[in-house]
């Protein structure tokens, strides 16, 4: 288990925020969640704004993730996430199209970090927070959501690790976001 730096942490996040426009916002923001996961156990930095084969889809950053050490053994073999630091809540259309990237690929889990949340209700029966539970059913794939309150509350990378498998949890177990 490794401990994260707070100043890191709040260091990018102001980055982020205070970026000249949303390129470099976004720069920032990957660079904040190249740190988190790099830190964890038997996840590796794999790249970052990878497109396909046909350039429909860019991946923000992609870890390698060696399952039989890795202390996210729990999520597939490569780590998939997508960044987004908006003023406003990302909706069902953002949602929707971060399942169809996962999707394509053949994956069961995705990391979605928005730093302002998601539209609708924790319960799944509105918005995009109905996009994450219908994931699970339709496509069978888990959207695993950190926002920007979660960030700051890591101090350890298990930390980090129990969080992401708690919200497996919620979203399987208890249908909840």
């Known amino acids: 288990m490794a401990n994260y730096s707070q100043a890191t942490i709040r260091r990018l996040l102001h980055e982020s925020d205070t970026a000249p426009n949303s390129d470099v916002k976004g720069d920032k923001l990957e660079t904040l969640v190249k740190y988190l996961f790099e830190k964890v156990r038997g996840v590796s930095f794999h790249k970052k704004n990878v497109l396909d084969g046909v350039r ?37 259309n953002e949602v929707r199209w971060f399942i169809s990237k996962l999707v394509d690929r053949g994956f069961s889990a995705g990391v979605l970090i928005s730093l302002s949340g998601i539209t609708g209700a924790a319960d799944g029966v509105s918005n995009a927070h109905s996009e994450v539970l219908h994931a699970i059913t339709r496509d069978g794939v888990s959207i695993l959501l950190l926002d920007r309150a979660e960030i700051l509350s890591l101090a350890t990378t298990q930390d980090l690790a129990d969080l992401l498998s708690e919200k497996i949890l919620s979203l399987t177990i208890e249908r909840t976001v």
């Open 56 to 92: 429909a889809h860019e991946l923000d950053v992609v870890f390698k993730n060696d399952k039989r050490i890795s202390d996210l053994y729990f999520l597939d073999f490569a780590i998939i996430t997508e960044c987004k630091n908006t003023a406003s809540r990302l909706g069902s």
